[in-house]
């Protein structure tokens, strides 16, 4: 999962496994999230979002999941491909268009 | 096609010199923001701007200056750039709906060296 340091985690899957990337949100007040994905050499991409009033929500390959009673977000990717093999990034908005990004997983997909 | 654009891509300076990363969005929107990515801390805020004129401090403003006088386009300016502002850069963009709730596009980056 995503944590505050200078390491980055990494979570390594076979190609066909699902993936699971968790992420701890820090403001409980805080009532959107946003997961984006981030290959190399380029800038964060929305993949999907939820809103606090929601605990789930579905994509296409993706869900996340939100937990607010202890302020955990999951990304779950069904089927992982190669493709998949990035950066991701949870985002927590705090108010006044305010992204605050969490630090980050490497998801490396092997074949 | 739907863009945020930076330039330069890549830049490297010395200290003290100058600088001007330029960011320009074609989607109308009124929020542009600057991102600072450094290994390990994720991206952290430098400035961000709800509308033209309209400007206001992120989390790690010091050393940056920023202006919005047109809609599309938001530079960011190192007047005295060090070292410690060697970084990866990414403006982004997002529209201002209703509840103040969506994403942000982001641009390609900027890969800052300050030696």
């Known amino acids: 999962g995503e944590s505050v340091g200078l390491h980055l985690p990494t979570l390594s899957v076979q190609e066909g496994d699902n993936s699971i990337i968790n992420c701890a949100y820090s403001?409980?007040?805080?009532?959107?999230f946003i997961w984006y994905k981030q290959e190399s050499g380029k800038g964060p991409q929305f993949i999907i979002d939820?809103?606090?009033?929601?605990d789930k929500r579905q994509g296409q390959r993706v869900t996340v999941l939100l937990n607010k009673t202890v302020k955990h977000l999951s990304l779950q990717i069904a089927a992982t491909q190669p493709g998949d093999s990035a950066v991701y990034f949870c985002a927590e908005y705090t108010g006044f268009q305010k992204l605050v990004f969490g630090t980050g997983t490497r998801l490396l997909v092997s074949p | 096609e739907a863009q945020v654009t930076q330039n330069p891509r890549y830049l490297i300076t010395v200290t003290g010199k100058k600088l001007t990363v330029t960011c320009s969005q074609n989607m109308n929107h009124e929020y542009m923001s600057w991102y600072r990515q450094d290994p390990g801390l994720g991206l952290r805020q430098i400035y961000y701007s709800m509308n033209v004129e309209v400007t206001d401090k992120g989390d790690v403003p010091e050393g940056y200056k920023v202006s919005r006088k047109e809609k599309r386009n938001f530079p960011l300016i190192l007047e005295s750039p060090s070292p410690n502002q060697t970084s990866l850069y990414f403006c982004a963009s997002s529209p201002r709906l209703a509840g103040g709730l969506n994403e942000q596009f982001f641009g390609p980056g900027t890969r800052l060296t300050v030696l």
């Open positions: 939820i809103r606090s009033n929601m």
């Open positions: 403001n409980s007040a805080s009532d959107y």
